[in-house]
């Protein structure tokens, strides 16, 4: 007998739904996860080690269960690179940052109460506020793919919601969100009811601008979120974090599992976090790369997105996923996310970009 989830006693909302996930193809150019293409610097590698062996001590132990070295250290890699000053009380870390954001809408969603997100965005948040039981609405955007504020004021006036999520820059189209935007929003929100901004800053490093972390003055119900998966090239790590009021901070520990941040993970980011310059060198590098992919699409003829991400999102096709294919028939893994006529693709190695633009130029070639 054909045994399947249905058959379970699932939660009703959790019936005929997928798990999230990119394809996990072997390809030999993979730029599909907007993960950093550059491996950790041997150094670095000999530190988590060392760092590792340390923890592994003492693994007979529980972890520090507040984190305390690795959150000051987090703060001061913030305060260092925004100038805004942070410190520990105002930092908590997580697996991820998608189990920080988990962990906000358990605190701040749940059953009976909303998020919004303004699509096409993170997919995750919707998926997370589903998880959570917290009900999911989606906001628009301009044909641009910027926020319209208008229409945003307009949906948060009428849900009044208690979640709001602003991704800056935001995934898949690499769009940032202007701070008097955010603070709209933030404005917004406040004045339909007290709820929680959560802005998503996991690309942050890759902006053309600045991060909005300054904003966090004055404004408690502000979180700003952040990932050493995709800067600091360490998307194995699992290692997400948030900047907030200290209120917030202590807020999550009222979900948050104990000892959820393992010894070994802990160790693994203060190494990775002794290396921080090295790290960021890798980040201009990526920056380049992003706009030499944006320079030579729109020379193809492609458009292109405005992008303050390590991706690009281009198009338009008339029938996105064919083009997908045919890119990946060429050795190249690029992602479909589901933005009807737009593909995104990753900023990898110089290599790895140029495999990719040999393949969309044969595509062209193709169609003329
Ligand atoms: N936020 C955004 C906007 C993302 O694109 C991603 C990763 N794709 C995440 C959060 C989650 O990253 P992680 O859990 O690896 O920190």
Redesign the pocket.
Known sequence: MNFGIDDLPVRDELRGKSPYGAPQLDVPVRLNT?ENPYPLPEPLVERIAERVREAARNLNRYPDRDAVELRTQLAKYLTDTSGYAVGPANVWAAN???EVIQQLLQTFGGPGRTAIGFEPS?S?HGLIARGTGTGWISGPRNEDFTIDLAAAGRAIAGHRPDVVFV?TPN?PTGTAVPAETVLALYEAAQAAKPSMVIV?E??VEFSHGDSLLPLLQGRPNLVVSR?M?KAFGA?GL?L?YLAAHPAVVDAVQLVRLPYHLSAVTQATALAALEHTDTLLKYVEQLKKERDRLVTELLALGYEVTASDANFVQFGRFEDSHVTWQKILDRGVLVRDNGVPGWLRVTAGTPQENDAFLDAVRELKKEQS
Do not use: H, K, L
């Open positions: 907007n991820g940052s998608n993170y995750m991704t995934n998503d996991a690309y990932t998966s998307a699992r997400g």
